[in-house]
């Protein structure tokens, strides 16, 4: 394996090859399914992420100045996480 930064050089380049031969298979699902807890003195939401992998299992909680305990991060913070390891990965890569 070819790797720079921690990241499978040999492996993106075999994805871009085949994506070029078939754009189709540049198409790629993301669902997550989660609850809504009504139980007090816990997180507010859950979800069970599916990956590669394995499973997954996030919590997020409001902070209390926005009704929640404050018990987990916010969904501010899982967005900006996700911008943030977005960018990230895209900067290692190139």
Do not use: H
């Not at 040999?10 to 078939?22: F, I, L, N, P, Y």
């Not at 809504?36 to 599916?50: I, K, T, V």
């Not at 996030?58 to 009704?67: H, I, N, R, S």
């Amino acid at each position: 394996m070819t790797a720079k930064y921690n990241v499978n050089l040999e492996a993106m380049e075999k994805t871009g090859a085949a994506m070029r031969q078939d754009p189709a298979r540049a198409k790629r699902t993301q669902r997550v399914e989660g609850v809504w807890n009504l139980a007090e003195g816990g997180p507010q939401f859950s979800a069970e992420l599916s990956f590669e992998g394995g499973k997954l299992t996030l919590e997020a909680d409001q902070p209390t100045f926005l009704g929640g305990g404050g018990t987990r991060p916010g969904p501010i913070m899982y967005a900006l996480f996700g911008t943030v390891s977005c960018f990230a990965a895209t900067y290692a890569s190139t």
